[in-house]
Structure formats: structure tokens, C-alpha cells
């Protein structure tokens, strides 16, 4: 009866504080749940800072009462033996009014079939720089982190906070690597994702080579030129795409509407039948191959 009293309380103070983090704090720990358990771990808190004599721990500002069987305050050290749902948040130490330090305790979450989806990454060149989309607007503070460092849970990790908002709500990051793009890859990129809800985090890491998410932007159709019955469309690479061009090669796309009766058709190389009405160009690194670019908008073929 006790226990269940408790547990209310504690859960009254949980719903209280849990309106869902919006960043990372800078000191939290993980309880992991056994499988098939319903509570946790143990989890043990530390009280950071400097100097010695008693200190007062709070969860969720209310002060933590020391009858607690399942809560042992031993100096500067809080022992939860078992840590469920209305036990997630913030435990902070005091000396008198003066808070020495705080710590958020996270629940393990179960990683969903279906997260990998929930991380979309792609390069526009084979230069030093890549973007990754987080499609879940579920989740309320998100950061991924390159390396094995992040994926080991290391301290010394990188951690990348979202660098803006795509249309779709997305959350959009920016990751650089030192990949040297003139020689073949021998190892993956490592991208580890972190993300918070409902005070439960989700850690997971994705694996790939820089060249499976190459997808050049669209390239720029230049001009058409008659040659004989026939149109030679010169295509230029895009702005992004990595240089030199000679050694980064693209191949081109060309699809185009036929003016007589207005079938569309496409060709692989440059050259296209004179009598259409409009085209239009998408390109890819024909080594990999990649995946395609974006077509370019339709481009009206006039004739004089």
C-alpha cells in the first residue's frame, strides 16, 4: 500500500514537469529495462560539484522523502533500485538553497521496426558535407552524431543539434565528414540518432557508405543545337556537384514530349529528335550509379 502511495505521488509530480524536453539536458543517465520486466535496472545518482556534507535530493523540486525502501540516500549518492514511468525526469542535489547539480533520468525506449525510416540522409556530391532529414514530429529533441564515438555512447561524440525545418516539418542536419572523395571507400559512415519522448529516449545507428546516398540536385539544361534531323542538348552539371567535372562525371536523362502526337520518350544520350515541344533533364553518377536527380522543370523547345 505503501509502495502504490508512493507511486501515485511520484507520478502526480512526473505529469506535473513532463511537458517533454525540448533539448538535451547537459546531465542525464538511461534506465534500461530488462526484457519482459516491468521496472528497471537500478540507477544510481551522484551529486556533482565540489564540497562535502549533506545534501537534500529533489525530484521534480518536491523533496524526496528518506522512507522510501526503494530509494537509499547514502551521502552524496541516491541508489533508485527500481525505476519506472512516474520515476523519469529531473533529480537535482542541494546544499541549502544552492542547487549543485541536476540530472535527468531517461527510459530506454524500444527501438521500432520502423525507425529507420524515421532517418533519411542524403549527399548532393562526394564532397565533405551530407544532410539528414528526422521525419518524426513525435519526438521533442532530437541530435544525431557521426562516428563510432557516438554510436558507442562515447563522451567524446560530436553531437549535432538540427540546423533548420524542412516543408514537411522535418528537422534538417548538416554532417561533415573526411571521407577523400578520389579513392574507393573501404569503411561505412556511422550515424547515430538520439531522440527524447515523453522522457524516454531512443538511441539507434544507421550504417552506409557515402556513395548508396549520393543524389546529385538537378542539373541546368544549357542549350539545344540542330544537328541534321536531330537536337544535341548540352546539359550542365549543377552547382553542388563535386569538381573537377572530369573526374566526377555525370550521365544525363533526356525526356521530351514529341510535337506530332505528343508521346514522351527518353534518350540517354545528348541528342533528341528535332521535332519536339518540350524537354526535360535529370542525372546521376553513371559509376555507382547513383540515384537520380530531380528532373528539371519542362523546358518549351521552340523553332524557327
Known sequence: MRKSLKLLKLLLISFAGARGL???????????????????????????GRGDGA????????????????????????????????????????RGNQMVSSTYILLQEKEEEEFDSLLKCRARSYDCEFNCSWTSSEYTAV?????????????????IRKSGVDPDGGLQFVLSHSLTPYSEESSKLEVTAEAIKDLSI????????????VQPDSSHIVRCKEVGENLNVTVAPPPS???????????HEIQY???DDGRTECSSTSLVPKGISR?????RDPLVPSAWSLWTPWTNVTHH
Open 22 to 48: 525540448s533539448d538535451f539536458p547537459e546531465n542525464f543517465v538511461i534506465a534500461r529495462r530488462n526484457d519482459g520486466e516491468s521496472y528497471s535496472n537500478p540507477v544510481t545518482l551522484t551529486c556533482g
Open 55 to 94: 545534501v537534500t535530493w529533489k525530484f521534480g523540486g518536491e523533496v524526496m522523502e528518506d522512507s522510501d525502501p526503494f530509494i537509499q540516500q547514502q551521502n552524496q549518492t541516491l541508489v533508485l533500485d527500481e525505476v519506472d514511468t512516474p520515476m523519469l525526469g529531473e533529480y537535482s542535489c542541494w
Open 143 to 159: 541530435r544525431l552524431g557521426l562516428g563510432p564515438d557516438c554510436s558507442e555512447g562515447g563522451e567524446s561524440c560530436h553531437w
Open 202 to 213: 531512443v538511441r539507434k545507428t544507421r550504417r552506409f557508405y557515402l556513395r548508396d546516398i
Open 241 to 251: 556537384w563535386s569538381i573537377p567535372h572530369s573526374f566526377f562525371s555525370l550521365e
Open 257 to 259: 514530349v514529341l510535337r
Open 279 to 283: 524537354l526535360r533533364v535529370r542525372s
